[in-house]
């Protein structure tokens, strides 16, 4: 069965920093997303592109995150300078079409700065 | 805007009896999906089942399965012959047609008891 897939499984960095978490959508999937989860708090919405652009974001999703899909199979999640609150577990989810189609998860990247 | 409510933070119960985790949720859409999912201690979110709203049968997936009262916007998941693998973290989520995001509950952590 296709899966959604992330890399790495846990990134350390140091705060300031630039990190850049990886994923591999299902290859017929059309739409995007990034979550994220703070240990011992909900999964939040960051993020939704389609089509080469972001379809909406939410307020947590400021001008240190950035999204792209560089080569038609990577989708990736970029925070250009690391802080400690940016500690958390980043899924990303993918689905074939907008409502009621299914999002799939990633198993999650867990990003720890110091 | 749209909000989903899980009132029980923790939950135990004792292996192969029955329990009901509850969630409440928001919404002025009528048409919309709501899903259990689990998280174990890897947490990756795996999901377990979900209802669509214009649906009055009630979903089932195995020993999963939820009481779905549109009118009182509650939709609780009923686990049977609880096994000690259902520990975990258990989210409530929701979906509507107008939007791309999932909105996601606090979580009911769910302890079995051998």
């Known amino acids: 069965e296709p899966e959604v897939t992330q890399t790495p499984s846990h990134q350390v960095t140091q705060m300031g920093q630039e990190v850049i978490l990886r994923c591999v959508p299902i290859?017929?999937?059309?739409?995007f997303y990034w979550y994220r989860q703070i240990l011992g708090q909900k999964v939040e919405f960051l993020v939704s592109f389609y089509n080469n652009e972001i379809s909406e974001k939410s307020e947590i999703f400021d001008d240190q995150f950035s999204v792209e899909r560089p080569d038609g199979s990577n989708f990736t999640l970029k925070i250009r300078s690391t802080k400690l609150e940016d500690s958390a577990m980043y899924f990303c989810?993918?689905?074939?079409?907008?409502?009621?189609?299914?999002?799939?998860f990633g198993p999650g990247t867990r990003l720890t700065v110091t | 805007a749209q909000t989903v409510t899980q009132s029980q933070p923790e939950m135990s119960v004792q292996e192969a009896e029955t329990v009901t985790l509850s969630c409440t949720y928001d919404t002025s859409e009528s048409d919309y999906y709501l899903f259990w999912y689990k998280q174990p201690p890897s947490r990756q979110m795996i999901l377990v089942i979900r209802q669509e709203a214009y649906k009055q049968q009630n979903a089932t997936e195995n020993r999963f399965s939820v009481n779905f009262q549109k009118a009182a916007k509650s939709f609780s998941l009923k686990i049977s012959d609880s096994q000690l693998g259902d520990a975990a973290m258990y989210f409530c989520a929701y979906l509507g047609n107008r939007d791309d995001k999932i909105i996601f509950g606090k979580g009911t952590r769910l302890h079995i008891l051998p």
């Open positions: 989810a993918s689905t074939l079409g907008r409502f009621p189609y299914e999002q799939y």
């Open positions: 290859s017929n999937h059309l739409y």
